[in-house]
């Protein structure tokens, strides 16, 4: 048995979604044809209304938990104070264990949110964390004392990852696929909506954000970016995706749409995007629709070009496959919106760098460096590869 939770988008199948042309069309006549008043010159006229971007995923309810939550128990342990949800119908982990996160503050008018990673699972196959990890490991891009850290001095939101749906999941599912016979619940957007409340009530007005995660946390940033403009339309949001770049099944979108389907996802995808699940598989046409969406958003993919964890354990698409992916789907980005997506690409098969390989380099550039260009708006940043 498989529990979805409510969300105002529908779907027929998994093929591509069709847009009602005729109706566009006639509604367009209709208007134009219209009494609207007086059309002379010189006449008033109505502002135009402000286009508030993402607000079809909004309509499709993606900020339905928004709000929902308050932690039971917000303590401090040094300088980092824990947010525990306690127990519950609302944000759990995947085996039922408590939902946690935390927060730093260091006086500063910034903020870096970052979204754990740790697995993925479905149907068919289940390796992800268990339980919300406790404070924050404050190594590499987390590390305020490092000093070539671009962000050292800057408040941080730490998001746990226990549900893996990659941060957006929100099904309960009667599966046993340990042999337990426990159901699994997968509460990403409980778990998800539930951090970025306490990081608002916390950090009510930063300047500006940057939102960031590894791995099954990097594609939480692509689901998590909405909710984050929602909550925080005035700030300036860059985002770094390490290594959750999007690329998934190639030419074959049916898997890609089975996955967001069963993890009750597809309220992320907008109706008026047929093509953001597209027949090569990958996300790219959604990332473009995002930046398109939001024209203030910069953002930086970091990947291996050989990504054994993600090309191989987890899609089962070979080294290969994934090369040829990931550097199809990053030109394609960083074509679509010159000067807002870049690609940082070293060589090798290894998996994430902001926290694991924060001294790894790609072209020469150090990743932190890297981001530290983006951050500054420096001629600087630029897409590179070895």
């Not at 404070?135 to 990852?161: A, H």
């Not at 946390?217 to 998590?224: H, L, N, V």
């Not at 597809?266 to 699940?277: D, G």
């Not at 394609?332 to 690409?345: D, E, M, T």
């Amino acid at each position: 048995m498989i529990e979805s939770f409510p969300s105002t988008i529908g779907r027929s199948s998994l093929g591509a979604r069709t847009i009602n042309l005729a109706a566009i069309l006639s509604l367009g006549l209709l208007t134009a044809c219209s009494d609207g008043g007086d059309s002379s010159p010189g006449a008033p006229t109505e502002p135009p209304a402000e286009v508030v971007p993402f607000q079809e995923l909004y309509d499709q309810g993606v900020t339905r938990y928004l709000g929902e939550y308050t932690p039971m128990l917000s303590e401090a342990e040094g300088d980092i104070v824990q947010h525990k949800f306690g127990a519950g119908d609302g944000p759990l982990c995947r085996n039922g264990s408590e939902y946690q996160m935390a927060t730093f503050d260091q006086g500063s008018e910034d903020l870096v949110i970052y979204l754990e990673g740790g697995g993925g699972c479905w149907s068919t196959f289940c390796v992800a964390n268990t339980d919300a990890t406790a404070g924050i490991g404050q190594v590499g891009l987390l590390d305020p004392n490092r000093e070539d850290n671009p962000v050292r001095d800057w408040n941080q939101v730490f998001v746990p990852y226990c549900d893996g749906g990659l941060h957006g999941s929100d099904v309960d599912r009667d599966v046993d696929l340990d042999g337990d016979g426990n159901v699994e619940l997968q509460r990403g957007l409980r778990n998800l909506s539930a951090a970025l409340d306490v990081a608002v009530n916390t950090f009510p007005a930063p300047r500006r954000i940057l939102l960031t995660g590894e791995s099954a946390g990097g594609f939480g940033t692509i689901f998590a970016m909405p909710l984050l403009r929602y909550l925080f339309p005035d700030a300036r949001i860059d985002v770094v995706n390490d290594s959750g770049v999007g690329v998934l099944y190639p030419d074959q979108p049916e898997l890609t749409l089975e996955r967001l389907e069963e993890w009750n996802m597809l309220a992320f995808i907008p109706e008026s995007c047929p093509n953001c699940i597209p027949d090569d598989g990958h996300l790219t046409e959604y990332l473009i629709w995002q930046l398109e969406q939001d024209t203030s958003i910069k953002r930086g993919m970091l990947s291996y070009n050989r990504d054994f964890t993600i090309g191989v354990f987890f899609l089962g698409i070979g080294q290969d496959a994934f090369e040829e992916a990931v550097y199809e789907e990053m030109e394609q980005l960083n074509a679509a919106l010159p000067g807002r997506n870049k690609s940082w690409i070293p060589a090798g098969v290894g998996h994430t760098f902001l926290r694991a390989e924060p001294d790894q380099t790609a072209g020469g550039v150090p990743v932190l460096d890297w981001v530290g260009y983006l951050l500054s708006d420096s001629e600087e940043w630029v897409s590179v590869g070895d």
